[in-house]
């Protein structure tokens, strides 16, 4: 059973549009990161957010962390070839002390 | 200061046969946690260990085992390899362990079973 379903599995954009990824859970999580993974390597960590209802920005990488924390989304404004990779979320199920990661949603930016 | 250091990276083993992965993490992070990433299941947490000890299992057959040694270098074995074994193998290294920061992750371990 994968506790954290994420959407769009796959998407493919123009350089310059905006997009967004969901990450949703029937659960309750105590933090939850973003990673980003580029082919041959492993993930990097993108942002940590821990308080339902919490906004973060990275550059053009906005994150939300919802109230209930039991979802998260992504949005990239203009996306930039540099963007493509695969984005992962994965959340610290209460109690658990352990990362489950989401399954994934692969971006390709074209130039 | 240096990244996880998985060693080998690529390894190709045919069905029965039996492998040893490696990895060095970052130095002072006490805490080495092993993914398996595939295709169809993403990534899928395999083992922690801290301090020598394995502190958290996931939901994979006894065939897959690992150990952390005094100096926080971790080893994960699989024997009787089968086909569906094929993945990249993650590992990752943190201060204290998982839920208390970040996970610093290696390049991975591609292995293909024939």
């Known amino acids: 059973t994968q506790l954290l379903e994420q959407s769009p599995q796959f998407l493919s954009i123009q350089e310059g549009e905006n997009l967004t990824v969901y990450c949703n859970s029937s659960?309750?999580?105590?933090?939850l990161q973003w990673y980003r993974q580029e082919p041959g390597e492993g993930p990097v960590l993108l942002v940590t957010?821990?308080?339902?209802?919490e906004v973060k920005k990275l550059k053009r990488l906005t994150f939300q962390f919802g109230d209930a924390r039991k979802d998260s989304s992504l949005h990239i404004t203009a996306a930039q070839p540099g963007d493509t990779g695969l984005y992962l979320c994965?959340?610290?199920?209460?109690?658990?002390?352990?990362?489950?990661f989401g399954t994934g949603t692969r971006l390709k930016v074209l130039a | 200061k240096a990244g996880v250091t998985q060693t080998p990276r690529y390894l190709i083993k045919t069905r029965g046969q039996q492998v040893t992965l490696s990895c060095s993490p970052i130095?002072?992070?006490?805490?080495v946690s092993w993914y398996q990433q595939t295709p169809g299941q993403g990534l899928q947490f395999l083992f922690e260990?801290?301090?020598?000890?394995?502190?958290n299992k996931g939901n994979f057959p006894g065939r897959f085992s690992g150990r952390q040694f005094s100096n926080s270098r971790s080893e994960m074995n699989v024997s009787t390899l089968e086909l569906g074994d094929s993945a990249l193998y993650l590992c990752?290294?943190?201060?204290?362990?998982?839920?208390?920061?970040?996970?610093?992750f290696g390049e991975g371990s591609r292995l293909t079973v024939l």
């Open positions: 990752a290294s943190s201060i204290a362990g998982q839920n208390t920061g970040e996970l610093f």
């Open positions: 260990y801290f301090s020598e000890t394995q502190r």
């Open positions: 994965a959340g610290d199920k209460s109690g658990t002390y352990k990362y489950i």
């Open positions: 659960s309750v999580f105590s933090s």
């Open positions: 130095s002072g992070h006490r805490s």
């Open positions: 957010v821990v308080t339902g209802g």
